[in-house]
């Protein structure tokens, strides 16, 4: 499974309702699209992302595909006919946007109890295997890894209920929205 994580910023000119309601229906244009690979998305609002926006709140969208071709048919969908007022109608709105792509680790079973948005990298002379066993192993988060460099943060996201206090962490406050 890939996901296409998106952090974005609205303009200031709008209100937050006015910004999240074109955005919904963007989403659920796209559950009812069900574009081919598509397997789920959804929002969360981050209070602040300051290492990567000046802008805040900052919203985060996770897009899940099974493949690299989903994440194509995807970009498509996004865009096509059926979608293009929707997705127009939440871009005019927007103003900044970074994305990533990330392989998801560990799902949590319920987004709302989701709390805390973290980032961060294994630490130095750690391998893979024994650092993701133990954030496997950590509680009900939903953890991604990073895909390649084409990211603006650390390596791994955390989503949790509780802050993550570690070395070299980036943490901040999150709500599930939808």
């Known amino acids: 499974m890939i996901c296409y994580l998106f952090w974005h910023t609205k303009l200031n000119k709008y209100s937050e309702d006015e910004y999240l ?36 709140p ?12 989903s ?20 871009a005019v709105k927007s103003n900044s946007g970074a994305a990533g792509l990330y392989s998801k680790l560990k799902t949590a079973p319920d987004f709302k109890n989701l709390h805390f948005f973290s980032s961060f990298a294994k630490p130095q002379g750690v391998n893979y295997t024994q650092f993701e066993g133990q954030l496997l192993n950590a509680g009900d988060n939903l953890i991604f890894k990073r895909i390649m460099v084409l990211s ?27």
């Open 71 to 90: 994440l194509e048919t995807l970009n498509k969908a996004a865009v096509n006919t059926r979608m293009k007022f929707s997705h127009d109608n939440i």
């Open 58 to 69: 900052v919203y985060f969208d996770v897009y899940s595909v099974e493949n690299f071709s």
């Open 21 to 56: 309601e074109s955005h919904k229906i963007f989403h659920t244009e796209l559950k009812n699209e069900k574009p081919e690979g598509f397997i789920d998305s959804f929002c969360f609002r981050i209070e602040d992302l300051k290492e990567v926006f000046e802008d805040y």
């Open 152 to 178: 603006p943060l650390k390596e791994y996201i955390l989503l949790s209920d509780q802050e993550n206090t570690g070395e070299n962490v980036n943490t901040h406050r999150l709500k599930f929205l939808f």
